[in-house]
């Protein structure tokens, strides 16, 4: 049980007075990818490989929809939940890539699949409720339910045979009267792990039975290498579910610095989302949802080249690690990391920080995803194998 938001020594006083901020969010942990990346972020001869990002930036036809917008004066103050044709596109491209219905008004534009997951939690959590969470998992997933007040409560992977996979049982037990949403990240980062469709049917039918919501964080859906499209809550799923699936244009078309994503949510809850998004962002501008547009309707040869390019970058590194006498990595199904073991080491940060320092190449510590990926670390491998091969060269004598 994590303690009462009341009961927390608030931050220390500032300089001149007694302003204080939460104790809840004094308390949150560093982010501790940031702690190894602000030894090197935007330094020329930094292998970056500790974001979740590709080396390709967002390719021209999308700029050249935002541009245009621009130009053409779309830079107003637009609808609260995006722009109707965004949310149109993005209908029928659900639709088509699931075989499922899908209604335009369970769709609102996010600024970012990020802020699609705190709207989910601004909607959800009472401060003093909890939220399970498959872990280990993107830290952000974890603390966006702590700046809400409530406790995320991991429920830990099992890797049997270098093969990661959920207990379903143990996630349910998990639960109980204080549960208000499970949180299922699948794909996933950073283990690349994917829920099986019979497994989301469990979920799914203990959230009905137990009037829990569902937060499904599907951005990595597209990025999947044994099948076209990896399984989605929405297959599964009526219209009118406690089932809210994040999304973002981050990954697959390589927009992470745009914040453009989406949330699929029953029709009902768009009124809500709607009055906490104009708490918050107000809208996303025009000018980005006019990208989006671009990016969904003209973008599929893309996010095949981005698939083709993840599977070589992942086929250039993963064999490579293997041949390393102390890392242990079955080549993952899915999203764009390796997430590996290390024999001998403990401290990941420390690691990360070393590596960092003796090889210019950039990694995430494991620990950064929780406790469960202490001795491991997180490479992204969505960059050309040249970029790749260069950055194992320079690590293979630490791993080894
Ligand atoms: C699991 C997961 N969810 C959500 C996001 C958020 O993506 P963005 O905020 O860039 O849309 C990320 C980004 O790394 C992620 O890994």
Redesign the pocket.
Known sequence: MSPRDDLLPRGPLTAPGLARIRGRIWGLEKQLIGEVSRLGLGQPDTIALW???SDQPTPAFICDAAYKAMRAGETFYTHKRGLPELRQTLATYMAGLYGVPMDMERITITM??????MLSFQALLDAGDNCAIVAP??P??SQGTEVMGAEPRRVALELENGVWRLDTQRLMDACDERTRAIFV?SP??PTGWMLAADQQREILDFCRRRGIWLVA?E??ARLVYDRPVAPSFLQVAEPDDPLLV?N????SWAM?GW???WLTHPVWMGETISSLIEFSTAAVSVFTQRAGIAAVSEGEPFVAAMLARCRAGRDTVVPRLQAMPRVAINPPSAAFYAFFKVDGVDDSLAFAQEIFHKTNVGLAPGSAFGPEGEGSLRLCFASSPERLNRAMDLLEPMLR
């Open positions: 974001y979740g990002e970012s699949g990020m802020a699609a997951i998992v993107w952000n997933c990240n996933g980062n964080d951005v990595y994040v973002s244009f981050s990954k992470t914040r453009i994503g």
